[in-house]
T-cell receptor
């Protein structure tokens, strides 16, 4: 199993550009999550999904959109990138049981 | 969500036990106690979780106070690879685990 994979690893965007961060998992997990981590801080939840076709907002959803058309994939869309979105983005997945989220390696995004 | 309080940093020596404390005085009856760690430049990694009883796995042990207002993550024999930021997180047992990460404890291991 590859676990949770994320692409790209690094990206530099100009202000106002858009992009999609890709996330995929091969563990047949129902739950998937997107977090961001600013320098020196803990992770903050952006969006999460409890299954294909069902998504909900987390703590910091403004400026982002998500979709979940399959169990495996959970892309995060940034529209009109802003410098405040410079961060490391982590995708995670979990099964129905409580605990044990599996995290991807992260995407480091810089908006200039 | 109930909050947790952890020391900002701790230091220990290689091959010695490490006890990482966490206070969670406002924990509710359905909250699980989770521990994750984050090695430099990596995503968080699950360590252990529990509800009421102490838990052991191959990575660590979790000791939960009888009143559940505090817990301790125990690394039995620290290695250099255990140097990381350790996060203590509370989460409901219902549905999606919307983890709320604080700033955690930065653990330094001396050779």
């Amino acid at each position: 199993n590859a676990g949770v994979t994320q692409t790209p690893k690094f990206r530099i965007l100009k202000i106002g550009q858009s992009m999609t961060l890709q996330c995929a998992q091969d563990m047949n997990h129902n739950y998937m999550y997107w977090y961001r981590q600013d320098p020196g801080m803990g992770l903050k939840l952006i969006y999460y999904s409890v299954g294909a076709g069902i998504t909900d907002k987390g703590e910091v959803p403004n400026g982002y959109n998500v979709s979940r058309s399959t169990t495996e994939d959970f892309p995060l869309r940034l529209e009109l990138a802003a410098p405040s979105q410079t961060s490391v983005y982590f995708c995670a997945s979990s099964s129905r049981d409580p605990g044990k989220q599996y995290f991807g390696p992260g995407t480091r995004l810089t908006v200039t | 969500d109930a909050k947790t309080t952890q020391p900002n940093s701790m230091e220990s020596n290689e091959e010695e036990p490490v006890h990482l404390p966490c206070n969670h005085s406002t924990i509710s009856g359905t909250d699980y106690i989770h521990w994750y760690r984050q090695l430099p430049s990596q995503g968080p990694e699950y360590v252990i979780h529990g509800l009421t009883s102490n838990v052991n796995n191959r990575m660590a042990s979790l000791a939960i106070a009888e009143d559940r207002k505090s817990s301790t993550l125990i690394l039995h024999r620290a290695t250099l690879r255990d140097a990381a930021v350790y996060y203590c997180i509370l989460s409901s047992d219902q549905g999606a685990q919307k983890l709320v990460f604080g700033q955690g404890t930065r653990l330094t291991i001396n050779p």
